[in-house]
């Protein structure tokens, strides 16, 4: 475990978010994931970025909003009901930005407060019964 210390940094001090979690409980294998994307495989890791988010909500978001998840095509390819879960999370009255987490197939969509994203969860889950749906706030 020698080096660890020049891989990782120091926790960041993110505010909280307020945000919409959705699972339409369908597989989307972390492995398969992983073997369509099309990346070179990694030797040696990467020295950790300098660029740190900003602390303040909104600017957080805009600092989100200009990156994305590499992970999302192909996960999009594996299970399309992906970017079907990511269109409902982008049409939410007060979406601020919606992303996979991970390698899916939970997806997120962030809020400028609970009361919003709270309504958004009921409206989502009244127009897709089958789909986990959960306000959180994240952080």
Request: net charge positive; proline share 9%.
């Amino acid at each position: 475990m020698s080096g660890i210390g020049n891989i990782l940094s120091p926790p960041l001090d993110l505010p909280r978010l307020p945000a919409v979690l959705v699972n339409p409980r369908v597989a989307v294998p972390t492995k398969g994931v992983f073997e369509k994307l099309a990346a070179p495989r990694v030797v040696r890791a990467a020295k950790v970025s300098e660029d740190h988010p900003p602390t303040d909500r909104a600017s957080l978001i805009e600092y989100l909003t200009s990156r994305g998840n590499d992970l999302e095509p192909p996960a999009v390819a594996l299970q399309p009901m992906v970017a079907e879960v990511l269109e409902a999370l982008h049409q939410l009255s007060g979406s601020r930005l919606a992303r996979m987490s991970g390698s899916g197939a939970t997806c997120f969509a962030l809020f400028d407060n609970a009361k919003a994203a709270a309504a958004a969860a009921r409206a989502l889950r009244g127009r897709k019964p089958g789909w986990w749906v959960r306000s959180a706030m994240l952080g």
